[in-house]
């Protein structure tokens, strides 16, 4: 995933708008149609909602579940830094949890809990049932439906299992903080009923258990199909492997999801022997293969870009610099400080193209890419000689700041600017047809 557009769309692609598209494939048609869907899922849903609360508990539901929201989703977003993604699929995955999702579970739950009650004449187990088996199904179903979206219409910004998680997560997040309201809503209803008040009170031992204890398990279940779609979107042309671990992943998030709501039903310290046994081990092990994957990424970064450096698209710095995120911190910083904030975003833009130019070629090498890999590189190289001026310096200085001993000679700069770096076309190589790179000239404006 990529700040910008990581493959800027050419006029007339299937991405763009076409002079003689129907009026039903423009993209504001698309586009619309989508904020209206989700528009009226959320007040749908947050009618619902205050309808089973009321108007006060609605309002404390509101205040206290979004507690947990900016954490979760600076923690998304911190490991998606290597390869930042567009707000928009973000904003698209967390508005989809908090309303379509969550519209969707909350019907779908209530007819399929009532006609289990009506059908067995038990209520009692009508609700277990519904529970450990319909809820998982059905929540894990509707939040999965985001990640299917995003791989299937933004498939160049879904490139990886970081990807998967960080839209899995931020789309379990939002639908979470909906659910949150309706908890301490209801929670705080049945207080005032009561009587009860501050930490004996239900409202105090939901806000512990749900946003204290276990934040991160509606977001820890929907992960798990996150990465399964992940391991598809790596696995190029093999049909397979790119068919079944997102069915296997969904699976594995509703089994962990029913194994969670079925802990009340396990005694009385079911709860918490299933927390301590299963979901803070498992939480923990995700967290692992996040980071580790995070980590693989910037290897991939470090050991890809040399082949551009070694036909001067990028200084022999670069390389270094980029594979490190001390390193991109410092160099945005440096722009920042000698040409304004503008210029920071230039870095940034230009770290986001060369990262989505890394795992371009690495994908080419393992034979998962297309016959548009030229196209594309030539794209990506376009972008990055636009902002070459104000990135290179700054990341050359970052890579002197951070690798000293490791970088290698490169040529010499004024204040601002690069003398004497001619790039030669890349060839297509090893990694696709045995065709040349197209012709470039980064000094003259493509027709």
């Known amino acids: 995933m990529a700040t910008c557009p990581p493959y800027p769309t050419p006029p007339g692609a299937p991405g763009g708008t076409s002079r003689h598209a129907h009026w039903w494939q423009r993209r504001w048609v698309r586009y619309g149609a989508l904020v209206t869907l989700l528009a009226l899922s959320g007040l749908v849903i947050l009618a619902l909602v205050r309808r089973q609360t009321g108007t006060e508990g609605f309002l404390v539901g509101l205040g206290l579940a979004v507690l947990p929201v900016p954490l979760l989703t600076a923690a998304f977003r911190w490991l998606d830094r290597v390869e930042p993604g567009p707000w928009r699929n973000l904003v698209f995955a967390f508005a989809w949890g908090a309303c379509a999702a969550a519209l969707i579970a909350i019907v779908a739950n209530s007819f399929a809990t009532h006609w289990i009650a009506t059908a067995t004449a038990d209520p009692a187990s009508a609700d ?142 079911g709860f918490f022997a299933v927390y301590a046994a299963f979901m803070v081990p498992a939480f923990g092990l995700l967290t692992w293969l996040v980071v580790w994957t995070r980590q693989r990424e910037l290897r991939t970064v470090r050991e890809e870009l040399p082949a551009y450096t070694a036909v001067g698209w990028l200084t022999p710095a670069e390389p270094f610099a980029l594979a490190s995120m001390r390193a991109r911190r410092l160099a945005r910083d440096h722009a920042r400080r000698h040409l304004g904030r503008t210029a920071a975003r230039t870095v940034a833009q230009y770290e986001a193209y060369a990262t989505s ?52 000679a490169w040529p010499g700069y004024g204040v601002y600017g690069v003398y004497g770096v001619h790039p030669r076309p890349l060839g297509y190589g090893s990694y696709g047809p045995a065709a040349p790179y197209p012709s470039y000239n980064p000094y003259r404006t493509q027709p």
């Open 128 to 269: 277990t049932l519904g529970a450990t088996v319909i809820a998982p199904v059905v929540e894990e179903s509707a939040k999965a439906a985001a990640v299917l979206l995003v791989f299937l219409f933004r498939r160049r910004d879904f490139t990886g299992i970081v990807d998967g998680v960080v839209i899995a997560g931020v789309t379990a997040t939002g639908f979470a903080y909906t659910e949150n309201i309706l908890y301490l809503g209801n929670a705080f209803g049945t207080d005032q009923l009561t009587g009860d008040r501050g930490i004996a009170s239900v409202t105090a031992a939901t806000f512990f258990v749900r946003v204290i204890m276990s934040p991160f398990a509606h977001p820890m279940f929907t992960v798990l199909t996150g990465i399964g779609f992940g391991i598809a979107a790596m696995s190029g042309n093999r049909r397979l492997r790119r068919l079944l671990p997102p069915p296997a992943g969904l699976l594995l998030a509703m089994g962990m999801h029913a194994l969670w709501n079925g802990s009340a039903t396990f005694g009385e310290y």
């Open 357 to 408: 130019l890394a795992f371009l070629r690495h994908r080419g090498r393992l034979g998962r890419t297309g016959a548009d890999f030229a196209v594309r590189e030539h794209e990506l190289l376009h972008e990055l000689w636009r902002r070459r001026e104000v990135a290179q310096p700054a990341l050359d200085h970052a890579a002197r700041m951070t690798t000293p001993m490791a970088a290698p």
